[in-house]
């Protein structure tokens, strides 16, 4: 099956300052992308030269909608209107001199009066809207904005649909139902979507496949569940915060290697992905930590010391800091949880148990 | 902050008291429909001579409902005006108090004054009729304006302006409001242009070739001749005298009157009794090429050279009094539109 | 206020014969007049002013940053003045006409075709050339602070990039030209000495004639306040315009790509906006130097610097206190939600509509009886009269200036204060800091730059003000612009040049700086 969307060795550059780079994607007809990266990392700037609001410089984007191929090269950029893309924004960007219904058909130019009022009636019956089709914008709530952004984007049938942060206005307890009730829309309608968000948890609800992005680049794209378990850097570990962080060391021993740490030595076969450190020439690496990893350990003296508890239905979560301080293996936030209650200030020891650690250079 | 701008709001109104006028004695406060510069010469002259300081507002319009709204606590002694009818609006208001002295009497021919000596004509000026000079000397009467020939020849500033309206005036005055009417059509027909401009401003349309005659005031012919650039336009023309074989030429004035509520009376008088003074008079005629009214005193040598003329003996009171009538008529001919 | 209300009150006893008998005559022309004035001028002022904003806020044109503020210089030029010029110009006894016929061998009127200026359409055009910058100004800023993200989805849904402009930027932007169109209209109904020039007859012409003329106060009120009902319907007609679109941007169209002209395009839309500037400003300027260069002379400079102190002296008054009236009912309103709020400012927007002689005429009526109070007072006191402490002193000028320029004070300090986020109010309570400290040192440093563009806005338009200081002006009292209109009312306008410079440069204060905020932001 051919992808519907390809993107190829892509770079934006604005005012002399790289601002993507080397951007790789595909995705099939019908799949959700989200986009996540920490603010500032272009995935905004990915979306707006998707739409062709910016132009890429270099790199090309093909966008297949069955019946022809939409080719957006340097040497081609075709401007917005012309690459069957359509957006949802986060603000929604509904134009406030239009009614409801006007939002929805400004982009059916090319259909008749007829069939125009036809798509409407659909897009207004499928988004529960038929009550508010004659109100303006101001006169709508949060909620009901977003479903006639959505509801516009969609009435031209756009081959792809971009969403910008769309659940981030959204209150917090209807935000989850609405991801569903829109993912649900989309399957549906079998509409692939790139979406963008700082909210890991949004993308688990919402996407079939994630897309990490650190500073211009895409660091790692795969379903949700294969990033979690494998990710590929320090970055994607840290923003999917898949847990706390562990300065270890190398230290060679007679024959073999060890980490060390300062809550105890790590042999590297307890290490899944040993093999990709193994070659580095730093000294420095961190350690993916999950809360699962550490116990309370009794033959070791005290080495940690709370910082922090707050209570969560999995028990006390703790946030430990390294009683000694003046190493670079120094750490503090670490976390772990216990049902046990402990005393804030209380000195505790603890160690690693555990095989499938991950190890980053930092 | 909050006390800066407190002390900036005190400094403000501290500073705007600071303007408040305080008149002192030795000053006469003088109402102008003069321009300054015509009259300055006059009044430092005069202060030269008695001491007396002159304050003097000039204002066209809305001179004399200030004077009526500030009644008896009005600061104006004097008041200038260019034309009869003003000189009657305040009259007939009620704005003026009698003012007599022997200089007065002696300098003004009673024709030139009030009958209640509210007012005193200071120079005289001919509503002129100015024609091209390549049409050769022609003798006009005011009535020629209605004939035919003079089809898109006639070239006129606003209808509604004082000097027009007078002559209106007087032209019911001889003639009667329905035959007045007739001649304003008809002149209205008869002219080039919409009424636009000054009186200047139509002597430079004949030396432009865009019209062949105009009216205008005498004194604008000497004041043409004396400025460089203006001088071409008044080259172009004749001044003529009309209705000289007949009634006169129509005249207007420039006058003087006592505010009712004046203030500084004696000094009000002193300046008074010198506008009428030879000296003034030469030097008032002088400056704006009009004719004084104080007989013995002559007119410039540049006016004297237009020569004698006969002038309508019609009272300026009765101009004056149909002054209403001609405005409405001047609205019936549509004249201005 | 009170002076208007005095105004209306005193056109109840009107006279019904002289009525009939202007409506019999000339007063239905006088209205079709003033009725095609304002309509004419208004479409003239959209036709140039829309065009330019877009060109100026959308286009790569070159030297659009220099035309960005030199198609404001117009505002700096009085409107009389440029009346002046220009007719005298263009009048058949003007220089463009001799050299016409001196070149062409014409004789007469009749030899060629060239068009009357002394007409409504003359009229029309000039006084547009002066005032289509607030369309322009108004219009820009509106584009510019567009949401970009609203073009964008206009983009996406399959509108070109003139497309978008044509059904979202441009409706987006109409609150901001129907306010504009609404502050030219009132101006040009208002004006009198500039249609003078021009011969055309307007309402404000009958409102001269029933005065001056007829001497018929209450019929000049009258007629004056069926110029008021225009300018209310103006208003009226400007707000429903706005009603229903409250929808504030956020975030400022400032980086959008410009649209790319082509070479034909390009030449055409500089020829247009260098035309403007020509027209509006380069011309008139032009011309004034070049007398002032011709008649300057030295003592000519010692009068100017007397008269110039005076206009400064009451265009700051006026200046700062209609600002500080502006403040402080902003601050109120906002601070006092309540639904009577909106009325005082609303009213105080008519002042800007009243011709300035009318304004005169009702500080008039009502300073006069009140100064008779004082002084009877005073006597009864047995203290020594004061005379005319009100009607008959500079403070009756800086009154009339307030009343007439307070809309533009308040217009300016309302946008401002609008811009100021509501959470802002109740921030300082919150950290224990009572109402009256808060606004000093919350508010007032937020509004710092409106508070100098409201104050340089009055200023200029205080400087420039003609008839109420012509008729309000105590004894030995000369401004610039007295000055000036006293020398073109003699036609002499070349010795009153430097002047009319001097007018024209402090009007380019305000540009300048507002020029300057913007480029800072």
Request: hydrophobic share 55%; net charge positive; glycine share 6%.
């Given at each position: 099956m051919t992808p519907l969307i390809t993107i190829e060795n892509l770079a934006v550059e604005l005012q002399s300052k790289l601002i993507l780079s080397q951007v790789d994607l595909s995705l099939s007809k019908g799949e959700i992308l989200g986009l996540v990266g920490p603010s500032g990392c272009g995935k905004t700037t990915l979306l707006s030269t998707l739409a062709g609001f910016i132009g890429q410089s270099t790199g090309s984007i093909e966008i297949n909608t069955g019946d022809k191929l939409i080719k957006i090269t340097l040497d081609d950029m075709l401007p917005p209107e012309q690459r069957n893309i359509g957006m949802i924004f986060q603000d929604y960007a509904l134009f406030p001199h239009l009614t409801v219904t006007e939002n929805i058909c400004f982009g059916l130019k090319k259909i008749t009066k007829v069939e125009q009022a036809q798509r409407c009636e659909e897009l207004l019956t499928l988004l529960e809207l038929n009550e508010l089709a004659q109100r303006y914008p101001h006169q709508l709530s949060g909620g009901q904005q977003q479903r006639v952004a959505i509801a516009r984007a969609l009435a031209p049938q756009p081959s792809l649909l971009l969403l910008d942060e769309p659940f981030s206005n959204i209150d917090a307890r209807l935000r989850n139902e609405l991801m569903i009730e829109i993912r649900q829309l989309l399957k549906r309608l079998e509409i692939t979507a790139i979406f963008v968000t700082h909210n890991k948890d949004e993308v688990f609800t919402f996407a079939d496949k994630i897309a990490v992005m650190h500073q211009g680049q895409v660091l790692q794209v795969g379903a949700p569940a294969l990033v979690c378990q494998q990710p590929n850097s320090w970055q994607v570990a840290d923003f999917l915060q898949l847990g706390s962080w562990l300065p270890v060391m190398f230290s060679a021993t007679e024959n073999s290697l060890a980490l060390s740490s300062l809550i105890g030595a790590l042999a590297p076969h307890r290490i899944k992905n040993i093999g990709a450190c193994k070659n580095a020439v730093l000294t420095n690496f961190q350690l993916l930590v999950k809360p699962s990893d550490i116990v309370l350990s009794s033959h070791e003296a005290n080495n940690v010391i709370i910082e922090h508890i707050g209570v969560t239905e999995q028990g006390y979560h703790y946030l430990l800091s390294s009683l000694e301080q003046n190493t670079t293996l120094a750490f503090s936030q670490l976390s772990f949880y216990s049902q046990e209650l402990f005393m804030l200030g209380a000195e505790l020891a603890i160690q690693l148990k555990g095989e499938h650690f991950l190890l980053y250079p930092t | 902050m909050l006390n800066k701008i407190w002390f900036s709001t005190l400094v403000f109104v501290a500073l705007i008291g600071a303007n408040f006028n305080t008149l002192a004695n030795d000053e006469v406060n003088v109402y102008s429909y003069r321009q300054p510069f015509l009259v300055k010469p006059l009044f430092d002259e005069f202060s030269k001579e008695t001491g007396i300081k002159v304050n003097v507002v000039f204002a066209k319009k809305g001179m004399a409902e200030r004077l009526a709204r500030e009644g008896e606590y009005s600061p104006a002694d004097i008041l200038l005006t260019t034309d009869i009818s003003r000189l009657i609006e305040l009259h007939d208001k009620g704005l003026l108090q009698p003012a007599t002295s022997s200089e007065m009497t002696a300098a003004i021919p009673a024709q030139f004054k009030a009958s209640d000596d509210t007012w005193y004509a200071l120079t005289t000026r001919v509503r002129n009729i100015y024609s091209a000079k390549r049409l050769g000397k022609i003798a006009f009467n005011y009535e020629d304006l209605a004939d035919d020939k003079w089809q898109g020849k006639i070239c006129t500033r606003s209808g509604k302006h004082p000097y027009n309206v007078a002559l209106v005036a007087s032209m019911i005055a001889e003639h009667g409001e329905a035959d007045t009417l007739t001649w304003l059509q008809k002149v209205k027909a008869n002219l080039a242009r919409k009424p636009q401009g000054s009186d200047r401003a139509q002597v430079q349309a004949i030396h432009q070739n865009l019209c062949d005659i105009s009216l205008g005031n005498s004194y604008y012919f000497g004041n043409m001749l004396k400025d460089e650039k203006q001088k071409v336009w008044a080259d172009a023309v004749y001044i003529n005298f009309p209705n000289q074989n007949n009634r006169g030429a129509h005249i207007n004035i420039s006058g003087m009157a006592m505010a009712k509520y004046a203030p500084n009376k004696t000094n009000a008088l002193a300046l008074m009794n010198f506008l009428v003074s030879e000296e003034a008079q030469e030097m008032y005629a002088e400056t704006n090429m009009e004719y004084p009214v104080r007989p013995g005193v002559k007119a410039s040598k540049l006016v004297a050279s237009w020569g004698e003329f006969k002038a309508d003996a019609l009272s300026l009171e009765t101009i004056a009094k149909q002054r209403k009538a001609a405005l409405i008529l001047l609205d019936k001919a549509q004249f201005d539109l | 206020m009170a002076p208007i209300v005095v105004m209306l009150f005193a056109s109840i006893n009107v006279s019904s014969?002289?009525?009939?008998?202007?409506?019999?005559?000339?007063?239905?022309?006088?209205?079709?007049?003033?009725?095609?004035?304002?309509?004419?001028?208004?479409?003239?002022?959209?036709?140039?002013?829309?065009?330019?904003?877009?060109?100026?806020?959308?286009?790569?044109?070159?030297?659009?940053?220099?035309?960005?503020?030199?198609?404001?210089?117009?505002?700096?030029?009085?409107?009389?003045?440029?009346?002046?010029?220009?007719?005298?110009?263009?009048?058949?006894?003007?220089?463009?006409?001799?050299?016409?016929?001196?070149?062409?061998?014409?004789?007469?009127?009749?030899?060629?075709?060239?068009?009357?200026?002394?007409?409504?359409?003359?009229?029309?055009?000039?006084?547009?050339?002066?005032?289509?910058?607030?369309?322009?100004?108004?219009?820009?800023?509106?584009?510019?602070?567009?949401?970009?993200?609203?073009?964008?989805?206009?983009?996406?849904?399959?509108?070109?990039?003139?497309?978008?402009?044509?059904?979202?930027?441009?409706?987006?932007?109409?609150?901001?030209?129907?306010?504009?169109?609404?502050?030219?209209?009132?101006?040009?109904?208002?004006?009198?000495?500039?249609?003078?020039?021009?011969?055309?007859?307007?309402?404000?012409?009958?409102?001269?004639?029933?005065?001056?003329?007829?001497?018929?106060?209450?019929?000049?009120?009258?007629?004056?306040?069926?110029?008021?009902?225009?300018?209310?319907?103006?208003?009226?007609?400007?707000?429903?315009?706005?009603?229903?679109?409250?929808?504030?941007?956020?975030?400022?169209?400032?980086?959008?790509?410009?649209?790319?002209?082509?070479?034909?395009?390009?030449?055409?839309?500089?020829?247009?906006?260098?035309?403007?500037?020509?027209?509006?400003?380069?011309?008139?300027?032009?011309?004034?130097?070049?007398?002032?260069?011709?008649?300057?002379?030295?003592?000519?400079?010692?009068?100017?610097?007397?008269?110039?102190?005076?206009?400064?002296?009451?265009?700051?008054?006026?200046?700062?206190?209609?600002?500080?009236?502006?403040?402080?009912?902003?601050?109120?309103?906002?601070?006092?939600?309540?639904?009577?709020?909106?009325?005082?400012?609303?009213?105080?927007?008519?002042?800007?509509?009243?011709?300035?002689?009318?304004?005169?005429?009702?500080?008039?009526?009502?300073?006069?009886?009140?100064?008779?109070?004082?002084?009877?007072?005073?006597?009864?006191?047995?203290?020594?009269?004061?005379?005319?402490?009100?009607?008959?002193?500079?403070?009756?000028?800086?009154?009339?200036?307030?009343?007439?320029?307070?809309?533009?004070?308040?217009?300016?300090?309302?946008?401002?204060?609008?811009?100021?986020?509501?959470?802002?109010?109740?921030?300082?309570?919150?950290?224990?800091?009572?109402?009256?400290?808060?606004?000093?040192?919350?508010?007032?440093?937020?509004?710092?730059?409106?508070?100098?563009?409201?104050?340089?806005?009055?200023?200029?338009?205080?400087?420039?003000?003609?008839?109420?200081?012509?008729?309000?002006?105590?004894?030995?009292?000369?401004?610039?612009?007295?000055?000036?209109?006293?020398?073109?009312?003699?036609?002499?306008?070349?010795?009153?040049?430097?002047?009319?410079?001097?007018?024209?440069?402090?009007?380019?204060?305000?540009?300048?700086?507002?020029?300057?905020?913007?480029?800072?932001?």
């Open positions: - | - | 014969d002289l009525f009939a008998h202007l409506w019999s005559t000339v007063l239905p022309e006088y209205i079709r007049n003033t009725l095609g004035l304002g309509i004419l001028v208004a479409l003239l002022s959209l036709c140039f002013g829309v065009p330019a904003a877009a060109i100026i806020s959308q286009t790569n044109i070159v030297m659009g940053k220099q035309l960005r503020w030199l198609l404001m210089l117009p505002l700096a030029m009085p409107a009389y003045l440029v009346a002046y010029l220009y007719t005298d110009l263009f009048d058949y006894a003007g220089p463009v006409q001799r050299v016409l016929r001196a070149w062409f061998d014409w004789h007469s009127p009749n030899d060629y075709y060239f068009f009357d200026i002394r007409t409504l359409g003359g009229a029309a055009i000039v006084i547009a050339f002066v005032l289509f910058p607030y369309v322009y100004m108004l219009t820009r800023t509106a584009l510019e602070q567009q949401d970009r993200n609203l073009l964008r989805a206009s983009r996406l849904l399959g509108c070109t990039e003139r497309q978008s402009f044509y059904q979202i930027a441009l409706p987006l932007a109409r609150p901001a030209i129907a306010v504009s169109l609404a502050l030219v209209t009132m101006e040009t109904l208002a004006d009198f000495a500039t249609v003078q020039y021009f011969a055309v007859n307007t309402l404000t012409t009958a409102i001269y004639d029933t005065w001056l003329g007829y001497g018929d106060f209450a019929a000049a009120n009258a007629l004056a306040s069926v110029l008021m009902l225009f300018i209310l319907f103006v208003v009226v007609a400007e707000q429903r315009a706005r009603a229903g679109q409250r929808h504030q941007s956020s975030r400022p169209n400032t980086e959008h790509q410009r649209k790319q002209l082509s070479l034909i395009q390009q030449i055409l839309a500089s020829m247009f906006c260098w035309f403007l500037v020509f027209a509006g400003f380069l011309l008139p300027i032009i011309l004034l130097l070049n007398m002032a260069i011709d008649y300057a002379d030295y003592q000519q400079f010692t009068a100017l610097i007397e008269t110039g102190k005076n206009s400064i002296k009451i265009a700051t008054y006026s200046a700062t206190i209609a600002t500080l009236i502006a403040l402080t009912l902003a601050l109120f309103q906002r601070l006092h939600q309540s639904r009577g709020r909106m009325i005082p400012v609303q009213i105080s927007g008519f002042g800007y509509a009243i011709p300035g002689t009318v304004l005169a005429m009702a500080m008039l009526a009502t300073f006069g009886p009140l100064d008779h109070v004082i002084n009877d007072v005073a006597k009864a006191f047995d203290f020594k009269a004061p005379g005319l402490i009100l009607s008959g002193t500079v403070f009756a000028i800086v009154f009339a200036f307030i009343v007439r320029f307070s809309a533009i004070a308040n217009g300016t300090i309302n946008a401002g204060i609008g811009q100021i986020p509501k959470s802002l109010d109740l921030a300082p309570a919150s950290l224990g800091v009572k109402t009256l400290p808060a606004l000093f040192r919350v508010h007032l440093p937020l509004l710092k730059s409106s508070i100098l563009v409201a104050w340089l806005l009055v200023f200029v338009e205080a400087m420039k003000e003609l008839p109420a200081v012509l008729l309000l002006r105590p004894f030995n009292f000369e401004t610039l612009s007295t000055q000036i209109y006293q020398l073109i009312s003699d036609e002499r306008l070349e010795q009153g040049a430097l002047g009319a410079i001097l007018i024209v440069l402090f009007g380019l204060l305000p540009i300048i700086f507002l020029n300057r905020q913007k480029d800072s932001k």
